[in-house]
């Protein structure tokens, strides 16, 4: 038996002779064998991984036997990972044992709040009130969530985040429960969540109830042995686990927080930051095949307007544009014009408020992930209970609104710059980037998809958070829309994503009518690392597949990764060098 496995974009092929073997030997195993292929490459003694299957995307427990999960021939890809204490936004987030906070000083905290609350004898909200003793029949009418499930890797985002709040030691849960959900999380078993449904007044109600449904043995869940199925028998047959049965408070401590938007939020964040990233070296070569100047990107200019996301954007610019490091011979030949457009010009100013508003969002995140969110809140070493309103969803909300008007100008201004390229009075190019206009279109529609895109995110970019309806008899009567402000802002990041690479595949065609011209070595190694899955374009094809392998280099950062290396040498020759580009 021989499977693929992808580490760091290398495949390897790893010959399994005994298939009874598990999951985590494959994945050593490849790591091992990449470790050979790349000496200069420091790797863990210890490494932490996670795998994937490629066929359906199914998250792949490494604990499992390689047969029972596995074909013959079968793909799968391996990511690194961190150990977890507090969050910080990662895509993926690593298998996680009782890791040292937990059973210190949370497992204490945790302990000694949980046992608070069994000796209140005032009432407390959740605890001996009508919602604490009968927890369950009161749950029953919050599974009301609509739409389609979370995709595995996201509802696994949703429980590690609640988890990582519980085991705070501030929500009165029991360590059992704890320790039932950690075990299901390990285990990848993951209940069926309806993405529809909250408005982000307390907390995301809706969709972690129904992820509370089928901790509790109820409902369907999904696991990477069984897909999607029973719950019991996902728990209990697949794999061994006993529901949850719910004690005073846990009824709402497992449903009251914000960790539905944040968790969408996080991959919204961490999705925009890399294409932020990448925006600037497709901007960079866009400017390069409309022959622009890199005057403006001048180190005086920026230092006088001295803006964050401004100053780190021109220096990447100088950091791939002609340089006596990287010189261009496209770039030699006369600048006969006074000034650029300023979809070229001024990249710095629109993409570096981009950057700016992505980092104050990263910000607010961070804190919204490592805080407790439920209510009421326990704080057992002052023998109180505190109803609040730490479940209320506005600052997600609103940063994720902030993140999705910011996000969505790279693609705005990436449009123009698509439709320069493609029109002839304006780039000195062939019209729509094709020989031969009169049989082919070329760019033609590919543009008006750009555009298409782009006129979705301006509806898109509504904000959420300004709107609030009055719910649950006027006590939750001001609410954050956060659910749907997450929503918009992934399909907002995607939308963005989606423009670049059509704006990757245009300039990297246009550069095809300089040759045997070449240009910097950074932006040459864009244009190999692309020819790698896209063809130039001689006459007209199916545009959809390039723009969507297109799409896949820059959701893999393939792109930044393949300049990174010049940016570095460039920062190592140059006073004037490029900050935080890792």
Not at 219 to 243: E, F, I
Not at 505 to 514: D, K, R, V
Request: with cysteine.
């Amino acid at each position: 038996m021989r499977v693929s496995v992808c580490v760091r974009g290398d495949w390897l092929v790893v010959p399994c002779g005994d298939p009874s073997k598990s999951m985590r030997w494959l994945g050593l195993e490849a790591l091992r064998r990449y470790a050979r292929a790349h000496p200069s490459e420091v790797l863990s003694s210890q490494p932490s991984f996670v795998l994937k299957r490629c066929v359906d995307g199914g998250l792949l427990d490494v604990e499992d036997s390689i047969s029972s999960v596995l074909s013959d021939n079968d793909f799968v890809k391996l990511r690194r990972s961190t150990e977890v204490g507090n969050f910080c936004l990662r895509l993926t987030v690593p298998k996680f044992k009782h890791c040292t906070p937990l059973t210190n000083h949370l497992r204490h905290v945790a302990f000694a709040s949980f046992d608070f609350l069994n000796l209140c004898i005032v009432v407390v909200y959740g605890v001996n009130t009508g919602f604490g003793k009968f927890a369950r029949s009161v749950l029953v009418c919050v599974w009301a969530g609509v739409g389609a499930a979370l995709i595995p890797e996201r509802t696994r985002m949703l429980l590690a985040l609640r988890i990582n709040t519980l085991a705070k030691g501030y929500s009165g849960v029991s360590l059992e429960t704890l320790q039932k959900m950690l075990s299901a999380f390990n285990a990848s078993c993951l209940s069926w969540v309806p993405e529809k449904g909250t408005v982000g007044a307390s907390g995301d109600l809706a969709p972690l109830a129904h992820l509370a449904l089928g901790l509790m043995g109820e409902g369907q869940m999904w696991s990477p042995n069984t897909g999607w199925t029973d719950a019991r028998t996902v728990k209990l047959k697949g794999h061994g686990l006993t529901p949850i049965s719910l004690k005073p408070k846990e009824g709402l401590a497992l449903i009251n927080g914000t960790q539905m938007m944040s968790s969408l939020g996080a991959e919204a964040v961490e999705r925009a930051e890399a294409i932020a990233r990448q925006a600037d070296v497709i901007a960079a070569l866009t400017l390069e095949v409309l022959r622009g100047t890199n005057k403006a990107f001048d180190n005086d200019i920026h230092a006088v307007r001295p803006h964050a996301g401004q100053i780190l954007v021109a220096q990447r610019f100088r950091a791939l544009l002609h340089s006596d490091i990287f010189p261009s011979a496209i770039a030699e030949k006369p600048y006969d014009r006074v000034q650029d457009a300023y979809t070229l010009r001024c990249c710095p100013q629109v993409h570096g408020v981009a950057n700016d508003t992505i980092a104050f969002v990263k910000k607010i995140l961070n804190t919204e992930l490592n805080s407790s969110t439920d209510n009421p809140l326990v704080f057992a070493e002052r023998g109180i209970t505190i109803s609040g309103g730490n479940f209320h969803g506005e600052y997600p909300a609103k940063a994720l609104d902030f993140l999705s008007i910011g996000v969505h100008e790279l693609a705005s201004i990436s449009e123009r710059r698509i439709e320069r390229m493609c029109n002839p009075s304006l780039s000195d190019l062939p019209a729509f980037l094709v020989k031969e206009g009169g049989f082919n279109s070329g760019f033609m529609i590919a543009h008006c998809t750009a555009a298409a895109l782009v006129s979705e995110n301006k509806v898109l970019c509504h904000p959420a958070s300004v709107d609030s309806l009055s719910t649950s008899a006027a006590t939750e009567d001001h609410v954050s829309m956060g659910g749907w402000a997450a929503r918009k802002a992934l399909r907002v990041v995607e939308h963005v994503e989606q423009v670049l690479a059509i704006e990757l595949l245009a300039a990297c065609q246009a550069l095809e009518f300089f040759r045997p011209l070449g240009t910097t070595a950074p932006l040459e190694r864009v244009y190999e690392l692309l020819r790698t899955v896209v063809r130039p374009w001689d006459k007209d094809r199916v545009m959809s597949s390039d723009i969507e392998v297109a799409h896949k280099l820059l959701l893999e950062e393939k792109v930044w990764k393949a300049v990174l290396p010049y940016m570095e040498q460039y920062k190592d020759s140059h006073r004037d060098h490029i900050s935080s580009v890792d």
